[in-house]
T-cell receptor
Framework: DGGITQSPKYLFRKEGQNVTLSCEQNLNHDAMYWYRQDPGQGLRLIYYSQIVNDFQKGDIAEGYSVSREKKESFPLTVTSAQKNPTAFYLC??????????????FGPGTRLLVL | GQNIDQPTEMTATEGAIVQINCTYQTSGFNGLFWYQQHAGEAPTFLSYNVLDGLEEKGRFSSFLSRSKGYSYLLLKELQMKDSASYLCAVRDSNYQLIWGAGTKLIIKP
């Protein structure tokens, strides 16, 4: 089945630790996105990538890093510089950069908790 | 700044009709989306509007007025499985999606 997978479903981070969230898609989509969702707030864009080996900062990129070495994969690293990382992280993809009726397809999400 | 407003929570009865409103102020407009999100799950696409008017898709309809910066999602013949959050998102002039905080819809028997 085509889709987007994220792992793990739950992730625990200790103080000062970097953690990496996985996102893989087999939809052959060019564009991929990382969002953060907090209670009572809309989704906020962390990073996005429209093509392999290129990515752009979103609205809240500080404390996060990404890579896009393969079309299928867009991992997100939450670094120790992110002081409030507890949130629900959603990865999404779209065929191109988002023109017309093109919608974004979401993975099941990773919930990150700080110990 | 960019802003999208939706009611935080709404309650409706099974079998009834409910309208969820969304108002927006964004830098540019390239379409409005509605997504459904069940608790702890991924958002799933419901509808897309780019021109004024009503788009109907089964039990769900979505309306857009660009001059008023206003949209609504209409859900008919409500079922218990419709209990979820409904997210309004606008694609701005940079083709990025700006998201509302979502409306939690509670369906009562």
């Amino acid at each position: 089945d085509g889709g987007i997978t994220q792992s793990p479903k739950y992730l625990f981070r200790k103080e000062g630790q970097n953690v990496t969230l996985s996102c893989e898609q087999n939809l052959n989509h060019d564009a991929m996105y990382w969002y953060r969702q907090d209670p009572g707030q809309g989704l906020r864009l962390i990073y996005y990538s429209q093509i392999v080996n290129d990515f752009q900062k979103g609205d809240i990129a500080e404390g996060y890093s990404v890579s896009r070495e393969k079309k299928e994969s867009f991992p997100l690293t939450v670094t120790s510089a992110q002081k409030n990382p507890t949130a629900f992280y959603l990865c999404a993809s779209s065929p191109t950069g988002g023109s017309g009726q093109e919608t974004q397809y979401f993975g099941p999400g990773t919930r990150l908790l700080v110990l | 700044g960019q802003n999208i407003d939706q009611p935080t929570e709404m309650t409706a009865t099974e079998g009834a009709i409910v309208q969820i409103n969304c108002t927006y102020q964004t830098s540019g407009f390239n379409g409005l989306f509605w997504y459904q999100q069940h608790a702890g799950e991924a958002p799933t696409f419901l509808s897309y509007n780019v021109l004024d008017g009503l788009e109907e898709k089964g039990r769900f309809s979505s309306f857009l007025s660009r001059s008023k910066g206003y949209s609504y999602l209409l859900l008919k013949e409500l079922q218990m499985k419709d209990s979820a959050s409904y997210l309004c998102a606008v694609r701005d002039s940079n083709y990025q999606l700006i998201w509302g905080a979502g409306t939690k819809l509670i369906i009562k028997p």
